[in-house]
């Protein structure tokens, strides 16, 4: 299982989500362009020595971080699904796709993943932190697949 942020534009959140898959033991694509210098202190400060623990890719766009990654199920999480994350059988090869903080992903992008789903909010809310998303996402994802760290 893999994550991948498509167009990431905040450091503290990538550094988040860089620990996280730290912490579970899953890799993360970075889709580029960025929306901070790769270099930025603000990374390393948010994922701190767990950045040494993680494997991370970074792709110049998203025809690259297709190549790379072969055809594994991209599964897509975006505030426009109606099927919820909780209501979906998930697979030990997925790559769970987020889009970025400000726009999610292109409709051509979302047309190249194979399921869209959604972390059910509060009706009167927008959308969750993206890194508070790949959290539940991904929990979810590695309980229902066995794969959770001891």
Request: overall charge negative; proline content about 4%; glycine content about 8%.
């Amino acid at each position: 299982m893999r994550i991948a942020l498509y167009e990431p534009e905040i450091a503290g959140n990538v550094g988040a989500i860089l620990r996280l898959g730290a912490c579970l033991g899953v890799d993360v694509d970075l889709i580029e362009p960025l929306g901070f210098a790769w270099d930025d202190r603000r990374v390393r400060r948010t994922a701190m020595d767990y950045i040494d623990h993680v494997a991370v890719t970074r792709h110049a766009d998203f025809a690259a971080f297709e190549t790379a990654t072969g055809r594994p199920r991209r599964i897509l999480f975006t505030t426009r699904a109606t099927q919820s994350a909780y209501d979906f059988a998930f697979a030990a090869d997925d790559v769970l796709l987020f889009g970025k903080e400000s726009a999610g992903v292109p409709a051509e992008v979302a047309a190249r993943c194979d399921v869209s789903l959604r972390l059910p909010i509060r009706g009167e809310v927008r959308s969750m932190n993206l890194a508070t998303a790949a959290a539940l996402a991904l929990g979810e994802a590695l309980r229902q697949t066995g794969m959770l760290p001891d």
